[in-house]
Antibody, heavy 121, light 107 residues
Framework: EVQLVESGGDLVQPGGSLRLSCAASGFSFSDHHMDWVRQAPGKGLEWVARIRNKVEGYIIDYAASVKGRFTISRDDSKNSLSLQMNSLKIEDTALYFC????????????WGQGTLVTVSS | AIQMTQSPSSLSASVGDRVTITCRASQGIGHALGWYQQKPGKAPKLLISVTSSLQSGVPSRFTASGSGTDFTLTISSLQPEDFATYYCLQDSNYPLTFGGGTKVEIK
C-alpha cells in the first residue's frame, strides 16, 4: 500500500524557518517525481514545488510565490522528501501535502494527509 | 503562468442529478489536465488524468472531456458520496496551476 506521511508542521513566527518531511513507503520512491502542494485554511489548492526523479536529473521547479525561499529535496536511499522553508510569511500558513506524481502523466495519484504550518506572531 | 478558471464556484444539486463542472485554461494545454475530488478534512483524490483517463476504482459516472482550453467534468447521476469540492489541475506548463474549485452541495 502506498503511504505518504508528512511531518514537521508547526507554529512559527514571520521570518522564521521550518523543515517539512514526507516519509514514503509501499512503492518504488526513486521512480517517481514528487511534489509539495499546499492549501491555506478554507482556500483552494496551490502547487508549491516538484523534484523529478533521478532519470530526469532531479530537476526542480517552484511556484513563484516560494522561489528563493523554499528548497525541495529528496533522499532516495531513505524514501524521503523534504521542504526547507525559510523567510516564512503569514501567507505561507497552510496545510502542506506531499504528493506522488503519476509516472508519465504529471498528475498526483497519491497524497499524504498533510502537515499544518502556521506563520503568526 | 497559465490561469485555470473553474465554474461554477459552487452548485446545489440533488441525488440523481447530472452535474457538469468546467475549467478553462488561459492558453492551450492539450490534454494535460486532471480532476480531483476533495472532501472536508481529507487529501484530494485523483479522479481523472490526461483529460479523460479514469483512475482505478473511480465510478464510471464520472467522465471528462475537452482539449486545448476548455474542459468539463460530468457526474452523470450524483450520489450522496459525491458531495465534495472538485478541482482541475493543468500540468502542461510550470508552474502547475489549479482551478479555484467547485463545491457541490446538497439541494
Amino acid at each position: 500500500e502506498v503511504q505518504l506521511v508528512e511531518s514537521g508542521g508547526d507554529l512559527v513566527q514571520p521570518g522564521g524557518s521550518l523543515r517539512l518531511s514526507c516519509a514514503a513507503s509501499g512503492f518504488s520512491f526513486s521512480d517517481h517525481h514528487m511534489d509539495w502542494v499546499r492549501q491555506a485554511p478554507g482556500k483552494g489548492l496551490e502547487w508549491v514545488a516538484r523534484i523529478r526523479n533521478k532519470v530526469e536529473g532531479y530537476i526542480i521547479d517552484y511556484a513563484a510565490s516560494v522561489k528563493g525561499r523554499f528548497t525541495i529535496s529528496r533522499d532516495d536511499s531513505k524514501n524521503s522528501l523534504s521542504l526547507q522553508m525559510n523567510s516564512l510569511k503569514i501567507e505561507d500558513t497552510a496545510l502542506y501535502f506531499c504528493a506522488r506524481v503519476l509516472i508519465g502523466r504529471g498528475q498526483f495519484d497519491h497524497w499524504g494527509q498533510g502537515t499544518l504550518v502556521t506563520v503568526s506572531s | 503562468a497559465i490561469q485555470m478558471t473553474q465554474s461554477p464556484s459552487s452548485l446545489s444539486a440533488s441525488v440523481g442529478d447530472r452535474v457538469t463542472i468546467t475549467c478553462r485554461a488561459s492558453q492551450g494545454i492539450g490534454h494535460a489536465l486532471g480532476w480531483y475530488q476533495q472532501k472536508p478534512g481529507k487529501a484530494p483524490k485523483l479522479l481523472i488524468s490526461v483529460t479523460s483517463s479514469l483512475q482505478s476504482g473511480v465510478p464510471s459516472r464520472f467522465t471528462a472531456s475537452g482539449s486545448g482550453t476548455d474542459f468539463t467534468l460530468t457526474i452523470s447521476s450524483l450520489q450522496p458520496e459525491d458531495f465534495a469540492t472538485y478541482y482541475c489541475l493543468q500540468d502542461s506548463n510550470y508552474p502547475l496551476t489549479f482551478g479555484g474549485g467547485t463545491k457541490v452541495e446538497i439541494k
